[in-house]
């Protein structure tokens, strides 16, 4: 396939990755597994295995399935705050898995030096520009910027905003963008304002090879994008992790039990301890209801915004055939028009 305007910008992110086409595939749990990380490695794109809370033997057991699997590139997605995350990290440095990304949280300046030291190229998530930065100074290598748009666990800052924040100013290192991005003409436009390449997790859920359960890929082909909500916090003595997920019956019970919760917090019938127990309990195990068992009504059902934007199932070569003939083209168009200008 001709992707010579696109080759001639995003050289960088290509040896970075070490990859032919520096297009992300997000970590999702219970998602990205060595079946997904897989099927975009083959058509040259790079994805990573999320660790998730999963034991520190079983992430191991899945990067060895992974490498014996893929012809290239790949990285482990490390939750920061997960509770497994010493094993996780464990697992990472006696792999030869040749990246590792932080997420969740960042990472302390003695991580990513643990994983530098075993040879391991670092990327962390950025949601701010102080967060950015923070990282820099921490010595990662590459930057991953996740605007609120993006699914799952997200900041508080849309993409538009970082890249004028972060990408603009040009950190002395890579730098990856994130969040609302499902269309090789947003592709192109990401690759001309300096982004390294781009990172897409809604898109490749509606691959036919992803393992995501097919009650929660057609509930994505329904989906309107505005359908893709972040949890919402009422008040500040009751704090909530932003997550962005579809609408359905188990967002609004949600809703509902930080108001009651509050009130009884208000009437002296419940403890902070016990409210804020109660509020991080709701969701347990609700990504994998809906990802792995199929219910969309009651699980966390994890999107991005950009779900408004995927309407079929298509197999994985057919995503990236899309985005890269679709990237291409917009280069060629943005080309002509500024040979048209008059001087």
Not at 265 to 287: C, D, T
Not at 315 to 321: G, R, V, Y
Request: glycine share 10%.
């Amino acid at each position: 396939m001709n992707t010579t305007l696109l080759d001639g910008l995003w050289q960088e992110g290509r040896d970075f990755l070490g990859v032919r086409y520096p297009i992300l595939c997000g970590a999702m749990t219970w998602i990205s597994d060595a079946t997904l990380v897989t099927a975009v490695s083959k058509q040259g794109g790079f994805a990573s295995l999320a660790a998730g809370n999963m034991p520190g033997e079983a992430l191991a057991a899945e990067i060895a399935k992974t490498a014996a699997q893929v012809n290239g590139s790949f990285a482990v997605n490390l939750v920061t705050i997960a509770p497994n995350f010493p094993a996780h990290k464990e697992a990472v440095l006696q792999s030869s898995v040749p990246i590792v990304i932080f997420a969740g949280n960042f990472p302390k300046k003695h991580d990513v030096a643990q994983m530098k030291e075993a040879g391991k190229k670092v990327l962390s998530f950025a949601s701010t520009d102080s967060i950015a930065d923070q990282m820099v100074r921490f010595g990662v290598d590459g930057l991953i910027l996740e605007g609120s748009e993006a699914g799952g666990h997200i900041g508080h800052v849309s993409t538009m905003i970082l890249l004028q924040q972060v990408l603009f100013h040009k950190p002395n290192v890579p730098v990856f963008v994130g969040g609302g991005i499902a269309t090789g003409r947003m592709l192109a436009h990401m690759i001309l304002m300096g982004a390294a390449g781009v990172q897409m997790g809604t898109r490749f859920v509606m691959s036919t090879e992803c393992n995501a359960h097919p009650k929660l890929k057609e509930r994505f082909v329904r989906a309107r994008a505005r359908e893709a909500m972040s949890t919402p916090e009422y008040d500040k003595r009751l704090p909530i992790v932003a997550v962005r997920a579809l609408k359905n019956k188990s967002t609004e019970a949600f809703g509902r039990l930080q108001l009651e919760l509050l009130q009884l917090m208000n009437e002296g019938k419940i403890s902070h301890m016990e409210a804020q127990y109660r509020v991080e309990g709701f969701w347990m195990g609700g990504l994998r209801k809906a990802a792995v068992e199929g219910d969309v009504d009651y699980g966390s059902c994890m999107a991005g915004q950009s779900v408004g934007l995927v309407d079929k199932i298509q197999p994985m070569s057919e995503i990236f055939a899309e985005l890269l003939q679709e990237g291409e083209a917009e280069l060629a168009s943005i080309q002509a028009r500024l040979a048209g200008i008059k001087r």
